[in-house]
Every structure is written in structure tokens, then in C-alpha cells.
């Protein structure tokens, strides 16, 4: 594994904006709010916290945007990772409805912070899901029809194969459903960005610092290696990287990996033509295939899954015939950058949010949805802290289960299951 500019090396930290190395606690430090985890819900939720006039502390393992907010795909969209037909099955149509409407106000509130704490992120409109099998057509259709008639969404069209063609320079896929309202970005330099309004509204970010443990006996402590928070309230935003600081919330989640690569710089024209209108892109197999345009011209490009949990030999190799399948012109570009990162996924592929304690709360549970949702999920943090609960309450109602197989067995159990859909993307 190796490093650029204190992270995993990628294109994001390689055109990472310059970010001041954050010292790592030592001592006591009391405070309101003490947040661990300095992602994207983590930043989000400390500066919103401080907005509100509390006293904040982020304590992050690594460095800001370390894990799955520097390094992801980086496409904001509304929704869920589980579907909205299956949420409703999970909490009704009435709370399905409610968490709906929640998330596309993430991807308002994701333009909102981008405009009023000028982050230089490379905002980019338009996403689309695309179709390769009949199936695929007919199940985005489906959707399309529902989000319009039962949800009022009215920024998604449909794109039959002769005006995709014109979009995208594949003959990949025949048809996609095109939506207006998603868009894409720098993950890290959102998050870098993020964490740097936080700081001006008064948070104290503090790097290199792991959060061995917490006890709510006297208040609520946390404990580090060289030092310890005391506040009245915690907020966990660490996902898979809590690896022990929380037990009870490891059996809910586990860490699949995924990779992206990123080409050489192709020049303005040749990357244009690959996708005409600067969109993301997504597929619908369930190992599923998305890329995008970069600022500089390059295809970023991801795909594959591993349910192991070890990194598989030969990564770039792998996804760059992924992508040769979407683009085969590109066979002659060089790729400059490869690299992976854990995404954490609840048993029914919809976020896990609640508390663990009166004064303990915690966000996970994303599942490869996060960028626009994480956003939003601090917000409704800080709502809950200062008494306003119902919108945090909502999401605390999807029930959720442990993974099979306890935490020896439950990864096996996963790769058995994941199987089956494998099998279907290539039927």
C-alpha cells in the first residue's frame, strides 16, 4: 500500500487540495460534542453542531477523508442502496416516503455547502443508471414511474439506445434513465473542504488519534491513546474503521472492497466523447460498473467487489478490462492511478443510524450510498442533539439484523451468498 500526501495514493490524493496536518490529542479536552470519524458525516456533523453553538471535537484515526469519503466514485444521488420497494417494505410507504424525501434534500443540501463555503470540489450535474439486459430496461422504467408518480421526483427521462449512443461513446448498454438533479465530484477535497468550514466555526479536529473505547458512567468519556475527550454528547461516524470502539455495532456492518482506476489525461476532445454531457454513469449488475469524467480529462473508472476482504492480486489489470468492455477505445491509454477502499453495508443494504446510549449516537451502514446521504446524516445528528429528534427517529425505525454466521463465520456466509448474485449479472 502505498501513500500521497497522508493518504492512500489515488487521483484524489494526488490533486488533493493543500490540508494543514492536524496535531493528535494528548491530554484532556472537555467539549460538548465529541465526533468520531472525520469523513464526510463526521465534518458534517461537527459543523453543523457548531453552527448550532456547541463545542466540538473530531478525533480521526488517520487523516481527514482517510477512508471511504476520499477514495469513493464519488456520485451523489438520491436514494438508497437497498431500493425504495424494498424500504417500503422494511418501514411502509409513509416513512419510505419520509426517508425519500430526506435524501434528495441531502443532494440540496450537497450544493447548498459546496456554494456557501466555496469548496472546490468539481461539482458536475447529471447521472445516469444504465441498462444492459432487457431486465435491466424494464426495472429502471419501473422506477422511473414510481419515483414520478408515488414520490413527485420529476428530474429523471428516459434515454432509449439511439440518444444514449449520442451521450455515451459504448454500444454497451440499451437504454438509461438520465437524472438531472444527481451529480458528481472530488470526494476528497468535499470532505477536506468540509472539514475546514467545521474548523472555522470553531471545531477542533485533532489526526492520528484512535478512539480506544468510551464509558457513559459519569458523562460520556473517550478514551485515546494519549489522552481523553470529556462531553455531554458522542457522536460515531467511524463505520468500519471503528474496529473495536464499538463491539455492538461491528455485527451490523461489514466492509466490502471496491476499486476504481484512473487513466492517463486522454485531452478535452477524446474525454468529451466518451461521455458528451460530463454525466456519471452507473450499471445495473449487482457487481456493478460506474465511471465518470475527471476535471483534467481523465476516465475514473470502477467496478469489481471483493467480499473476502482481502485485496485481490492484480487489481488495475482486473477493472481496466472491466472497463475496456464499456470503452475499447481506449485500450492504448495508459492507467496512472489504481486503488480500492472499504465500503461498509448493513445485511439489507439500507443506512443504520440510532443511538447506543441516551447520548451515544452513530451513523453507518451506507452501503456504497454515502456521498449525498453522509452529508444530510449530519445534519439530522445535530437536530437530534439539541432535542429536535423526529427526523433522526425515522431512520431508526429500519430494522436491522446481524450479519449470519457471527463474526467468524459471516464473511464465508456472505461470499456463498453474493453467489447467486454474481450468477445473475452474467445470465
Avoid at 40 to 52: K, P, Q, T, V
Wanted: hydrophobic share 40%; aromatic share 8%; charged share 20%.
Amino acid at each position: 500500500m502505498s501513500f500521497l500526501n497522508g493518504h492512500i495514493r489515488s487521483y484524489y490524493s494526488a490533486t488533493a487540495h493543500a490540508a494543514p496536518a492536524r496535531p493528535p490529542l494528548r491530554g484532556t479536552v472537555d467539549c460538548d460534542v465529541c465526533v468520531v470519524g472525520a469523513g464526510i458525516a463526521g465534518c458534517s456533523s461537527a459543523l453543523h453542531l457548531a453552527e448550532r453553538g456547541l463545542r466540538v471535537v473530531v478525533l480521526e484515526d488517520k487523516r481527514v477523508g482517510w477512508g471511504a469519503s476520499g477514495r469513493s466514485g464519488a456520485q451523489a444521488l438520491p436514494g438508497f442502496s437497498c431500493g425504495q420497494e424494498k424500504l417500503t417494505r422494511l418501514v411502509g410507504a409513509q416513512t419510505s416516503r419520509a426517508l425519500w424525501d430526506i435524501s434528495v434534500e441531502g443532494l440540496s443540501l450537497m450544493r447548498t455547502l459546496i456554494a456557501r463555503h466555496h469548496i472546490e470540489c468539481d461539482w458536475v450535474d447529471g447521472q445516469l443508471q444504465a441498462a444492459i439486459k432487457p431486465r435491466h430496461r424494464d426495472e429502471l422504467l419501473a422506477q422511473q414511474a414510481q419515483l414520478d408518480g408515488d414520490y413527485g421526483y420529476r428530474s429523471l427521462r428516459w434515454c432509449e439506445r439511439d440518444e444514449l449512443r449520442t451521450l455515451l461513446e459504448s454500444d454497451r448498454y440499451i437504454g438509461g434513465l438520465y437524472d438531472s438533479n444527481s451529480g458528481h465530484l472530488h470526494p476528497l477535497n468535499y470532505t477536506l473542504g468540509l472539514a475546514s468550514a467545521a474548523e472555522r466555526a470553531g471545531v477542533r479536529i485533532f489526526e492520528d488519534t484512535r478512539a480506544l473505547r468510551y464509558e457513559t458512567a459519569t458523562g460520556v468519556r473517550v478514551q485515546t491513546s494519549e489522552g481523553e475527550i470529556r462531553c455531554r454528547q458522542l457522536v460515531l461516524c467511524g463505520n468500519t474503521s471503528l474496529d473495536g470502539t464499538a463491539p455492538e455495532l461491528e455485527r451490523k456492518i461489514i466492509g466490502v472492497a471496491t476499486y476504481i482506476v484512473a487513466t492517463e489525461p486522454l485531452g478535452a476532445e477524446r474525454a468529451a466523447r466518451l461521455i458528451g454531457n460530463n454525466m456519471s454513469v452507473s450499471d445495473m449488475n449487482w457487481v456493478l460498473d460506474y465511471f465518470r469524467r475527471s476535471a483534467d480529462h481523465r476516465l475514473l473508472f470502477g467496478g469489481r467487489v471483493s467480499y473476502s476482504g482481502f485485496d485481490p492480486a492484480n487489481t488495475a489489470n482486473a477493472t481496466r478490462a472491466r472497463m475496456l468492455k464499456v470503452f475499447p477505445q481506449l485500450a492504448g491509454a495508459a492507467i496512472d492511478y489504481t486503488w480500492g477502499g472499504q465500503v461498509d453495508i448493513t445485511l439489507n443494504r439500507a443506512p443504520h443510524f440510532g443511538r447506543l446510549a441516551r447520548d451515544v449516537y452513530f451513523l453507518q451502514g451506507f452501503s456504497g450510498h454515502g456521498i449525498a446521504l453522509t452529508g444530510i446524516a449530519g445534519k439530522l445528528i445535530a437536530e437530534a442533539v439539541v432535542g429536535t429528534v423526529e427526523r433522526f427517529d425515522v431512520f431508526a425505525r429500519i430494522p436491522h439484523r446481524d450479519f449470519p454466521g457471527g463474526m467468524a463465520l459471516r464473511r464465508p456466509a456472505l461470499i456463498l451468498a453474493m453467489l447467486y448474485y454474481r450468477l445473475r449479472d452474467v445470465l
